[in-house]
């Protein structure tokens, strides 16, 4: 009678915690869940149990759990296996001091010191079914600020106790690690929609990197919201190799980054490009606005730039006209919401394409053109239409190789006369004598003209001279 009258308490609290969630949802403008996830929220417990394949661990450490299984509406309860292979159910529980209500869409369970090992369940199980413990081992997470923006680095401080107290166990120092993801609504009328599970970092209790201190228990990181914008549910998870926990925190909007640039190029080469940085967030206050980075030019060379805090709410980086080709301008963002909050915002790459243009050439000094003839020069330029010019092609000229041939003759010719002459020991002087003593030879040697030559040799001898002075003298 007892043990009935415990059961319609328990059945009848249930109830009324059932009552007072959907009337909590009533309250707020959200949809009813026909799951029945409008429990969760009155739940006592915070941290969970993750639930892979319908399997999960419970470890040794916790004193009381509470598990909400939803199901397929209509299908039968579920049934728990016990690590030592012993079966759980609503029809058992009462025996083996489990409280368990079933509901049309979900099973709701609390046992108190369960069997430490693997467990199971068996039935038709929902995804987003919940396993929750409540224990002396607690991991709690710092809520994340209210305003997210696109780029921002957040500083995160998580705390992993036992009964109240943090863990600082010498074996735990290389094992705890604290995952944090971010899970996308899958609402569609965010730039997210449909973006899955992004996990952003990894935190150790080791004092390196931004852990401050190690082995305190306490875990302290930076991350950077390098996402999407649009709605998200922050996770938190530490695994040991004998428990995990997880803080599923409620969903935040991560807003677009709250820079914009506009790009004035440069129209001449001796000028300048300005690149203004825009606030386009009401939540950041813009006088309170700082700019560092660096500008990497078209041929990869880097300078680097601040902007500091000013009265303007534009800022405005000039940049040089150094080359044609494409200008890269990497920035972060130093604020303050209009809250006081600080924020360290890396902001998107900025780029454009640029062009140097060359200066026209200028006339010569005592030349003028007058306004109307240079008027008219600009119009025939524009109503011409450009033609590609084709290279000109030099005139071919044929090789003189008649001239080549004769010189050579002339110089074999003669150098093999002067060759000749210098073999046969002769001038020019004596060749040309030698030609006329053949002459008069011949001419002694007609008939008829020898007797008159020998009757006067002195006429001879007085003619020619020169050949008396080649005969040979008497023996």
Known sequence: MAKLISLLLFCFSLQLLA????KTVAEQP???????LSLLPDLPAKNQIPLFDNRFRIDYEVEEITMVFFRKRGSPSIILVKPDGSKINVVNAEDQDVQWYDDRTYDLIKIKQPTPGPWQAIGQILPESKIMVLTDIELKVDPLPDHLMAGEIIKVTATLTNGGKPIVAKDFRDLLRLD???ISSNNA????FGAGVIELTTFADDGRNFDEKPRDGIFTGEFKLDMKPGQWQPKFIVKTPLYTREVVQEPVIVHKSPISFEVAQATK??????LTFKVTDPVINPKSVA????VRFPNNEVQSFTLGESAEVDKKLKIVNYASGTYKVESTLFAQTVAGRNVVITLPLASFVAEVIEPEPVAPAGTETSTESAAAIELAKASLTPVASEPVKEEETSFPWVLVILSNIVILGGGGFAIWMVVTERSFKTLFAKKNNSMDLDSIAM???GEAKMTNP???NGKKNDILELSLPDD
């Open 180 to 182: 944090v993801l971010f």
């Open 19 to 22: 009552q007072d969630a959907a």
């Open 447 to 449: 008939p008829g003209a």
């Open 458 to 460: 002195a006429q001879k």
């Open 291 to 294: 700019l560092q980075g660096k």
């Open 30 to 36: 959200a949809v009813e869940d026909p799951t029945g």
């Open 269 to 274: 080469a001796e000028d300048l490009h300005w």
């Open 189 to 192: 009328e965010y730039e997210n």
